[in-house]
T-cell receptor
Framework: AQSVTQLGSHVSVSEGALVLLRCNYSSSVPPYLFWYVQYPNQGLQLLLKYTSAATLVKGINGFEAEFKKSETSFHLTKPSAHMSDAAEYFCAVSGAGNEKLTFGTGTRLTIIP | DTAVSQTPKYLVTQMGNDKSIKCEQNLGHDTMYWYKQDSKKFLKIMFSYNNKELIINETVPNRFSPKSPDKAHLNLHINSLELGDSAVYFC?????????????FGSGTRLTVV
């Protein structure tokens, strides 16, 4: 069984500052890991995914994440926060067959002007 | 063209009523899902269908009945609605067996039971 834990239900950063959203996974098989973003009153949009190729994954809107097996982590980062980044971010994990995507509890990102 | 579309977007209904939410995908995917997002934003899978066959049925009250007439459609019927059913319901699709690119989600149906 797979699971993910997102540390910090709320994160606030100043505009222009580094964004770091934390995600740790637990999996009995090599995991596939994802970050999704949900803007207010909208559905979920895929930011990036790790599928056992490169450990540093680049996504949309300037976000990237690094898979670290030794730390069982897949933290999401962005060098410089924009006001438009304010949203809910979800880390998710699935097995090789992609049958079931299990989500973390989400992190709400607030950008301070 | 919307990849995964859900209707209605908003649904307000009284306790005890029966309602349905419809979902359609035009991506050619073979698997569709229903997820429930509660008031704390927690997302939990409810059902999954692969080529019209039920493959995941999490612990969901049997008042919830999914129906998949073909692999492009997955509807959710809810009987005897309760206050606790108020949530946002998301439909999603994927292609099982291929390299996992993640799911494509619909924009959600906000169900409010009063």
């Amino acid at each position: 069984a797979q699971s993910v834990t997102q540390l910090g239900s709320h994160v606030s950063v100043s505009e222009g500052a580094l964004v770091l959203l934390r995600c740790n996974y637990s999996s009995s098989v090599p995991p596939y890991l994802f970050w999704y973003v949900q803007y207010p009153n909208q559905g979920l949009q895929l930011l990036l995914k790790y599928t056992s190729a490169a450990t540093l994954v680049k996504g949309i809107n300037g976000f990237e994440a690094e898979f670290k097996k030794s730390e069982t982590s897949f933290h999401l980062t962005k060098p410089s926060a924009h006001m438009s980044d304010a949203a809910e971010y979800f880390c998710a994990v699935s097995g090789a067959g992609n049958e079931k995507l299990t989500f973390g509890t989400g992190t709400r990102l607030t950008i301070i002007p | 063209d919307t990849a995964v579309s859900q209707t209605p977007k908003y649904l307000v209904t009284q306790m005890g009523n029966d309602k349905s939410i419809k979902c359609e995908q035009n991506l050619g995917h073979d698997t569709m899902y229903w997820y429930k997002q509660d008031s704390k934003k927690f997302l939990k899978i409810m059902f999954s269908y692969n080529n019209k066959e039920l493959i995941i049925n999490e612990t969901v009250p049997n008042r919830f009945s999914p129906k998949s007439p073909d692999k492009a459609h997955l509807n959710l019927h809810i009987n005897s609605l309760e206050l606790g059913d108020s949530a946002v319901y998301f439909c999603a699709s994927s292609q099982v067996g291929q390299r996992p690119y993640g799911y494509t989600f619909g924009s959600g149906t906000r169900l409010t039971v009063v």
